[in-house]
């Protein structure tokens, strides 16, 4: 598979050696494996373009434009849960994950200028 369109990339991460990368518009996360010198991809098909992805031990989590969390297991095929409903109403700028505490942080852009902060374990959504 040829490298994705550069227009298209929004944010990566490093997971097993492998470089993640989520497309903006592409409805793709590309993994580049340098050892082969390939990529390949998962596929979504979500209504909002991603922000962010993130990789723990045992999932992958995308969070879409407008602060929705999905949820996959890691493994040869990706099923994606929504685990938070969207509570923000204008974009998501940039979101963080929290390994030592379990959470996310997703600020958005706009007059509001606000964070919300994203449990993964009790899976609650706060204002911030």
Not at 46 to 58: A, D, G, S, Y
Not at 73 to 90: C, F, L, T
Request: aromatic share 16%; charged share 20%.
């Amino acid at each position: 598979m040829p490298m994705p369109n550069p227009d298209y990339l929004c944010n990566s991460t490093i997971f097993n050696g492998n470089i993640l990368v989520s497309g903006h518009e592409s409805k793709n996360i590309f993994i580049y494996s340098p050892d082969i010198d390939s990529f390949s991809t998962i596929p979504y098909n979500f209504e909002e373009n991603t922000r962010k992805i993130f990789v723990n031990l045992e999932k992958l989590y995308l969070i879409e434009c407008y602060g929705r969390i999905f949820e996959s297991d890691i493994g040869d095929e990706y099923k994606w849960k929504r685990i938070a409903s969207s509570v923000i109403n204008y974009s998501a700028a940039q979101a963080y994950y929290s390994y030592n505490k379990g959470e996310i942080y997703i600020g958005c852009t706009g007059i509001h200028r606000s964070y919300y902060k994203f449990n993964l374990e009790n899976k609650l959504m706060a204002r911030k």
